[in-house]
């Protein structure tokens, strides 16, 4: 009578090696570029509240026909000033958010060279100026 022999069950060492490789491989390879993707993505997100602030700007000047003084602030967008009495807000659904780093977005009216305003997050670095991947992003 032959003899049975067991059926090993589980994976042996050099099958787990082989995965844990290959998996290695693959964070080589997808990470760079998904943090690369998430750094756009923080940018993308800043210049799109930006725009939206703005729109919320133009309608506070085609109330009261003016747009918010600097000392006022982003917060009369959401709280009517008291000496504003064409004041018609609302003019955003939620409070103004911080940019996507954390820090407030920088508001002045009038704005430099010739505009209305100036809308700015000073970017990844916090701080005013910067070049490349750390520029203001301004509307």
């Known amino acids: 009578m032959p003899l049975l022999r067991r059926r090993q069950i589980g994976f042996t060492l050099l099958e787990l090696l082989i995965a844990l490789v290959i998996i290695g491989l ?12 998430l750094g756009k993505s923080e940018v993308t997100t800043a210049q799109q509240q930006i725009d939206a602030l703005s729109k919320a700007l133009e309608q506070y000047r085609l ?13 009369s967008l ?3 000033p008291s000496d504003e009495p064409r004041w018609r807000g609302p ?3 939620k409070a103004v958010p911080p ?14 060279n010739s505009r209305d ?23």
């Open 26 to 37: 693959l964070v080589g390879v997808v990470g760079p570029n998904l943090f690369k993707n």
């Open 63 to 75: 109330d009261t026909g003016h747009f918010p003084r600097t000392e006022q602030g982003l917060a």
């Open 78 to 80: 959401m709280a009517q």
């Open 91 to 93: 003019y955003l659904k």
């Open 99 to 112: 940019d996507p780093w954390g820090q407030p977005y920088q508001y002045r009216s009038p704005g430099s």
């Open 117 to 139: 305003f100036d809308l700015l997050s000073n970017g990844p670095s916090g701080r005013p100026g910067g070049t490349g991947d750390n520029a203001p992003i301004t509307n």
